[in-house]
């Protein structure tokens, strides 16, 4: 079945450094891939997607490029911020499936 | 655009207990969703609506949970006979028609804890 994995975490970083988030995924067909992320005391929020191959979905500095030919959607922001700390999913839905298959999720820390 | 609402936020009842929790979606929205999501690990899909119909079901949805959606709008959730494995937070979003890329909107979740 439909399957995303993502890098473990928790990941710790200080301010202004650059951030990757691991994310691949096992799919039948073209899927639409989604980053959420869910910050403290707050509910899941979409903050990019691509619903193709070679798309960049972009959002708040954050990036992320549909590669078919890695089954991948890393996350990545140049500059990270205190604010950026949260938990981070991958997901995908597959077409005409209207159920988003999720990561386990990577908690993100910044310190100033 | 009030966001989803849920309701009850939190939720301690004893095993063996019903319990029923409450979605309110986004008004315009007309699918409506059930995941569940238990500690470090990503929500699961539970069932979802386009309008009143359940379309779809996961095999996670054992018997002893029921969803409704009475008339398109606010969605159940019901437990009978509540376990200690149903200690969850159970997550409702809801999203628009237009296919697989919709985003979906989620509540800020009821937490569900079984003693």
């Known amino acids: 079945g439909d399957s995303v994995t993502q890098m473990e975490g928790p990941v710790t970083l200080s301010e202004e450094a650059f951030l990757t988030i691991n994310c691949t995924y096992t799919?039948?067909?073209?899927?639409?891939l989604f980053w959420y992320v869910q910050y403290p005391g707050e509910g899941l929020q979409l903050l990019l997607k691509?619903?193709?191959?070679?798309d960049k979905g972009s959002n708040k500095g954050f990036e992320a490029t549909y590669r078919k030919e890695t089954t991948s959607f890393h996350l990545e922001k140049g500059s990270v911020q205190v604010s950026d700390s949260a938990v981070y999913f991958c997901?995908?839905?597959?077409?005409?499936?209207?159920?988003?298959?999720f990561g386990q999720g990577t908690r993100l820390t910044i310190n100033p | 655009d009030t966001g989803v609402s849920q309701d009850p936020r939190h939720k301690i009842t004893k095993r063996g207990q019903n319990v029923t929790f409450r979605c309110d979606p986004i008004?315009?929205?007309?699918?409506l969703y059930w995941y569940r999501q238990t500690l470090g690990q990503g929500p699961e899909f539970l069932t979802y609506?386009?309008?009143?119909?359940?379309?779809?079901k996961s095999r996670l949805l054992s018997d002893r949970f029921s969803a409704e959606r009475p008339k398109g709008s606010f969605s159940t959730l019901e437990i009978q006979r509540t376990e200690q494995g149903d200690s969850a937070m159970y997550l409702c979003?809801?999203?628009?028609?237009?296919?697989?890329?919709?985003?979906?909107?989620f509540g800020n979740g009821t937490r569900l804890t079984v003693t």
């Open positions: 609506f386009q309008n009143e119909a359940q379309l779809e």
């Open positions: 691509a619903t193709k191959a070679d």
């Open positions: 997901a995908l839905s597959r077409p005409g499936a209207q159920k988003l298959v």
């Open positions: 799919a039948t067909g073209y899927p639409s």
């Open positions: 008004s315009e929205h007309n699918r």
């Open positions: 979003a809801s999203s628009l028609m237009e296919g697989s890329g919709s985003p979906l909107h």
